[in-house]
């Protein structure tokens, strides 16, 4: 029987705003559109497994209140019991995405950012052939958690996306983790923020990963949007190219599609780049949707 990919993190309630531009200080805009979608990094990311047909849990904590109601629908939809049920309420995010699908995050963290001792507890790490946690997770105190489960199981590979909120993670708590040698997947400005470089060099990606490599002992996957991504894996670098696209809609939910197809493919059996290759065509696609994750491939 195949083990399972362990997924923690969230599952929220996306509201996505389209404008034509990111109001400036002052300055009243009409929006064209809002939309209410079921997002979250790990549950974007659990998307893809459950697309590839690939097991999995999602271990994401479901609250009250009227967005809380709402996720708890949509996972029953698509067949997910809530994993964890908390008394708190749920927050959201505002996703605000401009003509050119680039967009803009406002989280309202509740209880799908905020974790409990006793669940880790009660998961039997024997289940699961890799793990996957995300930065905002781990900027909350209950971060801890997340962490104290992956140091009581080290034979437990894991991916580690930090997120655009890479630097509010408390800094010895992600040391903490990166000591834990995970698989680190983040994009070129994570990468050059969290190594604290302001001036960009020649082949700027290259030089991110291998520091990173270097750091955390394994695996690094460093994507640049429309310059494609970059692996380091066991010394070897692996790049590839974007698919070039037209009219993007929006690109949120890229990122972690991406992973979410590697991780899966990966645990298809499929090398390295090969898998490499499948996420950047499932990343590619997710910008021409509107909302995070894709339906069918």
């Not at 195949?2 to 002052?26: M, N």
């Not at 909120?165 to 040391?175: L, S, T």
């Not at 994507?223 to 894996?233: M, P, Q, R, S, V």
Request: overall charge negative; proline content about 4%; glycine content about 8%.
């Amino acid at each position: 029987m195949q083990k399972k990919a362990l997924i923690i993190g969230s599952a929220v309630a996306d509201i996505t705003i389209r404008v034509d531009h990111l109001p400036s200080l002052e300055e009243d805009v009409n929006p064209y559109s809002q939309t209410m979608r079921l997002g979250g990094c790990a549950y974007n990311v659990s998307n893809m497994f459950r697309l590839l047909q690939v097991p999995y849990l999602l271990c994401a904590p479901v609250g009250k209140g009227i967005y809380g109601d709402f996720v708890r629908k949509q996972l029953l939809q698509h067949q997910i019991m809530p994993a964890f049920e908390s008394g708190e309420d749920n927050g959201c995010c505002y996703c605000i995405v401009d003509r050119e699908g680039r967009r803009t995050f406002m989280s309202v963290h509740g209880a799908e950012y905020r974790f409990k001792k006793e669940w880790f507890d009660e998961l039997d790490a024997e289940e699961f052939q890799l793990g996957y946690c995300c930065g905002f997770e781990m900027e909350e105190e209950s971060g801890e958690y997340i962490l104290d489960f992956f140091r009581r199981h080290p034979d437990l590979p894991f991916c580690y996306a930090p997120g655009p909120r890479i630097m509010n993670v408390d800094r010895k708590r992600q040391e903490d983790l990166l000591d834990l040698h995970p698989l680190l997947h983040l994009n070129l400005r994570e990468a050059r923020s969290y190594l604290n470089r302001t001036e960009q060099e020649d082949d700027e990606i290259r030089i991110c990963a291998g520091k990173l490599a270097k750091r955390t002992g394994n695996t690094v996957i460093i994507t640049d949007g429309e310059n494609g991504c970059l692996c380091i894996e066991n010394q070897k670098v692996i790049r590839v190219p974007a698919l070039h696209l037209d009219n993007v809609v929006d690109s949120t939910g890229a990122g972690d599609s991406h992973i979410g197809t590697y991780l899966a493919c990966r645990m298809k059996g499929m090398d390295t780049e090969e898998a490499l290759k499948h996420a950047a065509r499932i990343s590619s696609e997710v910008c021409l949707v509107n909302g995070p994750v894709l339906e069918r491939i």
